[in-house]
């Protein structure tokens, strides 16, 4: 049994208790896969990132990622979680504020703004695609809520969601999910889940996501903050030219439903990249055997 360096971290958290936890384990090129995915299910939080030495040219540092059921390509609370936790560290050094991370979906830029012992975290999102799928079998309570003239699509960018747009913010804000027609559809369709959003014009935020993934995490159903749902539905408004908010960028409110409150902030550059970012918060700092 291994000591290993352990944080835990609120994401997409304007204050301790809000936006979505995280676990951080460093120094964990010891571990293998296996002993990775059994930590992360015993965590049993929506994900948790183990840091490894970069392999890849120009990596300033390099992340696994894993939810309680599997390993991701990418996923943005935990990226922007690991940039964070990576510069408050001292692991890295950003570069004019520019940072590159190694993951399974690639090299990923990231920004970095504001003081090194509490910055602020912009990550770039994978390219989003829009893949030719029919939401044959969504579950009824879904396609009732639905914007009108609206059917839901499924979007990639290394995790698969669907998405759909529901008739206004209150849908969405008391949708009741079937959570197992919703993990069966998900499992039928090889999507992680779904998010489902509407306009909101609220202070501090533009946009209310709710985002479902009761296949890949049972025990964590509705994922409080989701940062690669937010990135491909920044993506979906941006095919549309429906951005809300202004330049190009916007804040969603995610997690108020599960007690959690997180916001993101999306913002679609010039080459029509998606950007999410947002605060962090640490919990906890201390260490884990495994």
Do not use: K
């Not at 490894?52 to 991701?72: C, K, M, N, Q, W």
């Not at 969601?161 to 993990?183: G, I, S, Y």
């Not at 539905?233 to 429906?242: E, T, V």
């Not at 999306?266 to 998606?274: C, F, G, R």
């Amino acid at each position: 049994m291994t000591a290993y360096r352990y944080l835990q971290l609120d994401v997409f958290a304007h204050q301790p208790g809000t936006g979505n936890p995280l676990g951080v384990v460093f120094d964990a090129d010891g571990l293998s896969t296996d002993r990775m995915q059994a930590l992360a299910a015993w965590l049993n939080l929506s994900e948790t990132v183990f840091f490894l030495r970069p392999t890849a040219a120009g990596a300033d540092y390099h992340v696994r990622i894993f939810t309680p059921a599997s390993e991701l390509p990418f996923a943005g609370h935990p990226s922007v979680g690991a940039a964070w936790a990576a510069v408050t560290c001292g692991l890295v050094q950003p570069r004019d504020g520019a940072l590159l991370q190694q993951c399974a979906a690639g090299l990923l830029p990231v920004q970095v703004t504001g003081p090194a012992n509490a910055p602020t975290i912009h990550l770039a999102s994978p390219a989003a695609r829009s893949l030719p799928a029919v939401p044959d079998g969504i579950p009824d309570a879904l396609h009732a809520a639905a914007a009108e003239g609206q059917r839901a699509e499924l979007w990639d960018n290394g995790p698969r969601w669907w998405l759909l747009p529901l008739r206004d913010a209150e849908a969405v804000r008391t949708l009741a999910a079937d959570m197992a027609a919703l993990r069966d559809w998900s499992i039928a369709t090889n999507a992680l889940g779904i998010a489902v959003f509407a306009l909101e014009a609220d202070s501090g935020h533009h946009l209310v996501v709710r985002a479902f993934c009761p296949a890949d995490a049972p025990n964590v159903p509705e994922d409080p903050v989701t940062g690669s749902a937010n990135a491909l539905i920044g993506a979906w408004l941006r095919q549309r030219d429906a951005l809300p908010g202004e330049n190009r960028t916007y804040v969603a409110s995610q997690g108020r439903e599960v007690g959690r409150d997180g916001r993101v902030q999306v913002t679609v550059d010039a080459q029509d990249t998606v950007w999410i970012g947002g605060q962090v918060q640490l919990v906890i700092d201390g260490n884990i055997t495994w």
